[in-house]
Nanobody, 117 residues
Framework: QVQLVESGGGLVQAGGSLRLSCAAS????????GGWYRQAPGKQRELVAT???????NYADSVKGRFTISRVNAQNTVYLQMNSLKPEDTAIYYC???????????WGQGTQVTVSS
């Protein structure tokens, strides 16, 4: 069973930075997409950023210019660099990777990000 392990969350002051990591137990060389989503209390889960197999990225308007998604195939890891954090970025952040085929879409367990004002 493929697993994703997220890390890097925590408490940070507004304006600060965090880097989230999503380590996969399977090679990410041929994935369709990797992505980060977040869910704040009382709200639906929303897309934050995605990266395709070809390296094309997509961001929610609310994080454009502040967050950067990347992947390192040799480490089987997808990253989310978050700069200029705001209190409204507070949420549980989930990693998602789509391998297609029999593996399909796998979700991580989530990591808490809290931004204080």
């Amino acid at each position: 069973q493929v697993q994703l392990v997220e890390s890097g969350g925590g408490l940070v002051q507004a304006g600060g930075s965090l880097r989230l990591s999503c380590a996969a137990s399977r090679s990410i060389f041929s994935i369709n997409t990797g992505g980060w989503y977040r869910q704040a209390p009382g709200k639906q889960r929303e897309l934050v950023a995605t990266i395709t197999n070809g390296g094309r990225t997509n961001y929610a308007d609310s994080v454009k210019g502040r967050f950067t998604i990347s992947r390192v195939n040799a480490q089987n890891t997808v990253y989310l660099q978050m700069n200029s954090l705001k209190p409204e970025d507070t949420a549980i952040y989930y990693c998602n990777i789509d391998w297609s085929g029999r593996v399909g879409i796998v979700w991580g367990q989530g990591t808490q990000v809290t931004v204080s004002s």
